[in-house]
């Protein structure tokens, strides 16, 4: 399932990938030296529980880095939905390789598919309105760009990537500028002076009053902090179309379909990544691999 992401992901995969062999194999897997050196293995990869598939090219990278004759057959793709009990690949390839690659390879499927399937959850709460959900950078360290590529394929969308690419203006940000004026005033001298790279300029406001004074400055994207349901519709009427309105703060699936029918634009949600429970998947060797 082709997406369009806004940083490569193929030096990021080589990268994770990289990490996870050397932690985890680090000077010779003493476990998988009882396998003779070019036996042959077959698996399969089976979901235990129902969601939605991310991962793949992890996956795959994982057992290629060992065993570059490695094969693997995938029965479906980035962003399918599972069903409990379906077989989602069959490899075949050295023995040795695939039991060094095992653990790395489902941790990166297991983590990728469970935000993956969050985030299809919580695409689905808001379906009808005209509200996106979006992520946040509360993310694994080192895996920031698989888990937003995960959000992607489950149907959410993207904030800023990192602190490098777009500016968001919080509290102690507009503290330290002297007032949201002043800090509208000074992020867009830093947008500026970036030259492109950054893709957004974005202000947290807590109350009407801030948010008046944003707009009034020429904000075009708000982020609306911890504002209750009256006080949310409240902000959209006084928007009237003038800024794209985010709405964030302590969101979860039983509130995000009243807050989405507020008329916000955005609903950013830090349980996309943060609150993440691992897909259960299984691989299974074949009885004959290691006969």
């Known amino acids: 399932m082709p997406i369009e992401f806004p ?12 990490v996870a062999l050397a932690e985890d194999i680090g000077a ?9 050196a070019a036996r042959p293995g077959r698996a399969t990869v089976i979901s235990r529980e129902a969601g939605i598939l991310c991962g793949t090219a992890w ?31 069959h490899i075949e390839g050295d023995a040795r390789a695939m039991l060094s690659g095992e653990r790395s390879a489902l941790n990166f499927l297991q983590l990728l598919s469970a935000v993956a399937s969050k985030a299809r959850l919580y695409a689905d709460a808001v379906a009808g309105t005209a509200a996106q959900v979006v992520d946040t950078r509360k993310t694994l360290p080192g895996l920031r760009l698989a888990q937003k590529y995960a959000v992607r394929i ?45 893709r957004f300029i974005q202000i947290e406001v807590e109350n ?27 902000a959209v009427l006084l928007n009237a179309g003038r800024a794209v309105l ?26 996309l990544t943060k609150d993440i429970k691992a897909m259960d998947l299984s691989m299974r060797f074949a009885s004959t691999s290691f006969g």
């Open 7 to 18: 940083v490569a992901l193929a030096p990021e995969i080589e990268k994770n990938v990289s």
């Open 208 to 234: 009407l009053g801030e948010l008046d004074e944003a707009l009034t400055a020429g904000a075009e994207m708000i982020l609306l902090d911890n504002f209750d349901l009256t006080t949310l519709r409240e």
């Open 59 to 89: 996956f795959d990278r994982c057992f290629l880095t060992l065993d570059p004759h490695c094969r693997i057959e995938w029965t479906a793709q980035d962003g399918d939905p599972l069903v409990a009990g379906q077989t989602l690949c």
């Open 246 to 271: 985010e709405a964030s703060g302590n969101v979860t699936l039983e509130t995000i379909g009243a807050i989405a029918a507020t008329g916000v634009d955005r609903i950013s949600v830090g349980a």
């Open 28 to 36: 010779g897997d003493l476990t998988a030296d009882l396998v003779p």
């Open 154 to 198: 489950g149907g959410g969308g993207n904030h800023r990537i990192a602190l490098w690419d777009a500016i968001l203006v919080k509290e102690n940000h507009i503290l330290a500028a002297g007032g949201i004026t002043a800090a509208l005033a000074a992020a867009q001298r830093v947008a500026e002076a970036a030259g492109g790279r950054c």
